[in-house]
């Protein structure tokens, strides 16, 4: 199940350059380039002649796409605009081109009805790339289903079993005050642990030396957006009140992109607003950060692997699950909404 109708991070700006970049979204094969001037392109990654990917191809002109197999040419807009041998370029000669726009550091893609594609509904991440924070971003390849990743975001208490080493302890799980609401798009899960133990990595990070008081505050925004406000300060300084002295604050900001049913491109940043022009902190916050996320992508190999063998294995809930859930009911009703709009679209074309 695919939500087109959105935005989604299709690259990190450094890897689109002037040498093609192939990469499958949505089962749809795409090449991203620039042109001379440095504006992105994405067409669909498929001649329409015999279905050699583009991406194998090179740039001939500015901005002029040339197949490695029969030479056919292309523009920026997908048309073919040359048949080497012939004048007559064929009717239907061109291929699918994509909007795009840069944004947070990313290039984010609209795979779906193009007159739909309104930049200012892109999720903000403005935390990637603004003065006061310190940020470094990433990208994983996660062999799982995209919802798995926001099943796993939204809830935390998985940090005291597959984290236990680096961000996560127990008092996570038993001595949390969980609250789960709906926002006006999607869900918020939040999570207070007053007075208990700083986790390995925060003690690390942040120096403390008694107990904190923590909080994790998730944001989900459908389809597939995820942003952590997490951090400490020393107990009883008023966190919870909204003080936030003395302490450390972060936000962990992932964006899932479907490469297909069980394939995920996975984007995902770490900011922090302490030390934040210190590159050295940057580094020290987001390396903590990824040796968490290769522990939760080796749990997500392992579920869509028992999942392929039984899709229809009977799996129970628990109280934790809440969020989860609540988020699965958001995207199921987006998809029915979408092929309504897909069904009509196509009736009124018949
Ligand atoms: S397959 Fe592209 S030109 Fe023939
Ligand atoms: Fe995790």
């Known amino acids: 199940m695919f939500l087109k109708n959105h935005w989604y991070v299709a690259a990190s700006l450094s890897e689109v350059g002037h040498t093609p970049l192939r990469r499958i979204v949505m089962n749809e094969p795409v090449v991203f380039y620039r042109t001379e001037d440095g504006t992105p392109v994405a067409l669909e990654d498929r001649c329409p002649h015999r279905r050699v ?25 997908g048309a073919c605009v040359r048949v080497p041998g012939q004048d007559l370029i064929p009717p239907g000669a061109r291929v ?34 603004h003065p006061d924070w310190g940020a470094r971003s990433d990208y994983l390849y996660a062999q799982c289903n995209w919802q798995l990743v926001n099943d796993n975001l939204l809830d935390l208490t998985h940090l005291a079993f597959v984290h236990e080493t680096t961000i996560g302890n127990m008092a996570l799980v038993e001595h949390a005050a969980v609250r789960v609401q709906r926002t006006p798009t999607g869900v918020q899960v939040t999570r207070w642990i007053i007075d208990q133990p700083a986790p390995p990595a925060f003690v690390k990070i942040g120096g403390f030396t008694g107990n904190v008081d923590r909080w994790q505050i998730i944001d989900y925004t459908p389809p597939s957006f995820i942003r952590l406000d997490v951090g400490a300060t020393p107990t009883g300084t008023g966190a919870p009140e909204g003080r936030r002295v003395g302490g450390i604050e972060m936000r962990n900001l992932n964006a899932m992109t479907p490469e297909t049913e069980t394939t995920t491109h996975y984007f995902w940043g770490q900011a922090h607003d302490f030390q934040p022009h210190d590159a050295a902190v940057t580094e020290r916050v987001f390396q903590q950060i990824k040796t968490a996320f290769l ?49 009509a679209a196509r009736t009124a074309a018949e």
């Open 53 to 77: 990917p583009l991406s194998m191809g090179k740039l001939v002109d500015d901005g002029i796409l040339q197949c490695h197999y029969h030479g056919l040419r292309f523009d920026r807009t």
């Open 96 to 129: 699918k081109a994509y909007p795009v726009v840069e944004r947070y550091k990313w290039l984010w893609i609209w795979m779906g009805d193009p007159a739909l594609a309104d930049p200012t509904k892109i999720t903000d991440y403005h935390w990637l790339d």
């Open 295 to 343: 522990e939760d992508v080796s749990v997500f190999t392992a579920q869509q692997n028992n999942i392929g063998l039984d899709p229809g294995a009977a799996t129970i809930d628990i109280n934790a699950d809440s969020g989860g859930i609540q988020a699965r009911r958001i995207v199921e009703r987006l998809y029915a909404d979408e092929q309504a709009l897909v069904n």
